[in-house]
């Protein structure tokens, strides 16, 4: 798929840019001084609840709330419903860096997942320099060998790790041992022919919030769930709103990772949480 290729292709470039501002020498030692870990799985543990995002644009989405994204992280620290944030750090599709990380740390007491490309230790390494509880890896872009290399390395520097499918095929090579797991509903394949038939960059894509449903989204795939790990925490990613909220947890999951549907919100983020809010006392 040439959309996902050319994300490769610019995460790697990317990587390359970051080892030369941090050295892997000076990860080290940003670790030794790095805050104690916050558990995301313990967090996801219990009633339904978000994994709310943070990020200023996305692929699918195109730009964010510039108010909602300002606002974001502190209605997400004093929500209930928020039990983890989500922190986008690729520049070139997300407009994030690896220093939102360290922002946002402070902002939020709960638990951050950094969201990204991961393909290299080194990203690792960054992660937990900056800050990072957990990390996702993701089985469309790693092989087995890649994802169980990287769950190691991931658990030797005390992160946890959520893994992400999109197929049946792909939940095949998470680790049986893994002990949080997602389902993107993120159909990459119809994602690609947006991007072909546009001639344009991904950013070019038009953001759901302004024409109706998203056109990479499919929702049918959050019944994948059931082919999880049976011990692994379940999180339905991308394209889940308020009315899908009880539909979602009735299918097994505990939670739901929502970004564009918060940061696009016409009323705000908190507003848009507090329909989730109500929404959840109906699960």
Aim: charged letters at 25%; glycine letters at 6%; hydrophobic letters at 45%.
């Amino acid at each position: 798929m040439a959309f996902l290729h050319q994300i490769l292709r610019d995460t790697a470039q990317q990587i390359n840019a970051s080892q030369k501002r941090y050295p892997l020498a000076k990860l080290k030692r940003m670790i030794r001084d790095a805050s104690p870990v916050r558990s995301l799985r313990l967090a996801l543990i219990g009633p339904f609840g978000l994994i709310a995002e943070v990020k200023r644009r996305s692929p699918s989405g195109g730009e964010m709330n510039k108010e909602n994204f300002k606002q974001a992280p502190a209605a997400y620290a004093k929500s209930p419903i928020v039990k983890a944030v989500s922190v986008l750090t690729n520049t070139n599709y997300f407009g994030m860096d690896i220093k939102e990380l360290a922002r946002i740390k402070k902002a939020v007491s709960k638990p951050i997942l950094r969201k990204d490309f991961i393909i290299s230790e080194y990203q690792l390494y960054e992660a937990r320099a900056f800050g990072a509880d957990a990390v996702l890896l993701m089985a469309n872009i790693l092989d087995q060998k890649g994802l169980d290399v990287l769950f190691l390395k991931a658990r030797e520097l005390g992160l946890e790790v959520m893994f992400e499918a999109h197929t049946q095929a792909e939940i095949r090579d998470i680790p049986e041992d893994a002990l949080i797991c997602g389902i993107n509903s993120r159909n990459f394949k119809a994602a690609d022919k947006l991007w072909a038939a546009k001639k344009k960059k991904p950013l070019a894509a038009p953001a759901a919030s302004r024409g109706g449903a998203d056109p990479t989204v499919d929702l049918k795939a959050f019944s994948l769930v059931k082919h999880l790990p049976k011990e692994a925490v379940k999180v339905a990613e991308s394209g889940v709103k308020p009315d899908k909220v009880h539909e979602v947890a009735r299918l097994g999951f505990h939670a739901a990772l929502v970004g564009t549907t918060l940061l696009q919100a016409p009323a705000g983020v908190e507003d848009m949480l507090r329909q989730f809010e109500r929404a959840l006392k109906r699960v």
